[in-house]
């Protein structure tokens, strides 16, 4: 891929076209919302993902600042693709705004059913993923394998105290972030770890605006950085990629096994939680073929 291939001209798009991309932010955004889920992978499988990382690392690019010098405002929107990117966040903000009390209250109540629904829609994306890989090298599976150890190393790991002031409230903006973006690793799990999942989740659902307002400055620092790295690898070296983040995926699924702390014997509604995996698994096959239609 040259090295400006990927700040070409926005492909021109209309009304239903951003209605689609905003219903995929809200998707990304109600997953975010569930400690062990991440929006990540629901970009993976609609097949926003490269799109969304590319326009992030472009926003402070030199190339796109020369851009906006001499072409001004609306030709640097253009490349960066800024009506796509308007559209998916305020699907991701307005989901996890108006979601955040539904899902803490399913998640608390229903833990089964929705872990089991969430567990699902997971294994299917890992499959969607490494569908997706074009070309099966033998080190391919090396990268498949680091990530499944990565990401169950991120899972058994201890939560840790982190004081309540304003530049840990930044620091863990900027962390989550990096999570939250990567497919299998949730910024609301990070956020347990971190000892901060409550805090922000009723910052949210009360707009704090004194915890909301660092954390989201970290977590625009973090984003901006963290998608010059993603880029590079996905238009470098695309199938090793692909490959660690199905496995980072596999390895972080132990999170949401919907099971963790009871038996699976003792529970009375198994056959339901069996059905919703099922339907979880569809939702992600479904949403994969969709986005494949359209591309």
């Not at 109600?30 to 889920?37: F, R, T």
């Amino acid at each position: 891929m040259g090295k400006n291939a990927k700040y070409k001209k926005s492909q021109k798009r209309g009304f239903f076209d951003y209605v689609g991309i905003y219903l995929k932010g809200a998707c990304m955004g109600a997953a975010d919302v569930v400690p062990g889920v991440s929006g990540g992978t629901i970009a993976l499988i609609v097949r926003v993902y490269i799109e969304l990382v590319d326009s992030l690392r472009a926003i402070f690019s030199k190339e796109l600042l020369h851009i906006f010098k001499r072409g001004g405002f609306r030709r640097y929107w253009q490349a960066i693709h800024g009506g796509f990117l308007l559209a998916l966040l305020a699907g991701i903000v307005s989901a996890i705004l108006l979601l955040a009390g539904v899902i803490l209250h399913l998640v608390e109540h229903y833990p089964v059913r929705v872990w089991s629904f969430f567990f699902g829609l997971v294994v299917a994306s890992i499959f969607l993923v490494l569908w997706r890989i074009s070309k099966w090298r033998w080190f391919t599976p090396i990268f498949v394998i680091l990530g499944i150890v990565a990401g169950y190393f991120i899972v058994t790991s201890p939560v840790v105290s982190m004081p309540d002031t304003t530049l840990y409230y930044f620091l863990s903006g900027v962390i989550a972030v990096c999570a939250m973006i990567l497919p299998g690793i949730s910024g609301s799990f990070i956020l347990l770890l971190l000892g901060k999942y409550t805090l922000v989740m009723t910052a949210v659902h009360t707009l704090n605006v004194g915890v909301l307002l660092p954390f989201a400055l970290g977590a625009l620092v973090g984003l901006l950085c963290f998608a010059h790295l993603l880029s590079w690898l996905l238009h470098h070296y695309p199938n090793p990629t692909l490959a660690l983040l199905a496995g980072l995926m596999g390895g972080t699924i132990l999170r949401i096994w919907p099971w963790r702390e009871t038996s699976v014997m003792a529970e009375p509604h198994l056959g339901l939680a069996i059905v919703l995996m099922v339907v979880g698994a569809c939702t992600a096959l479904v949403l994969g073929w969709m986005a494949a239609r359209r591309k």
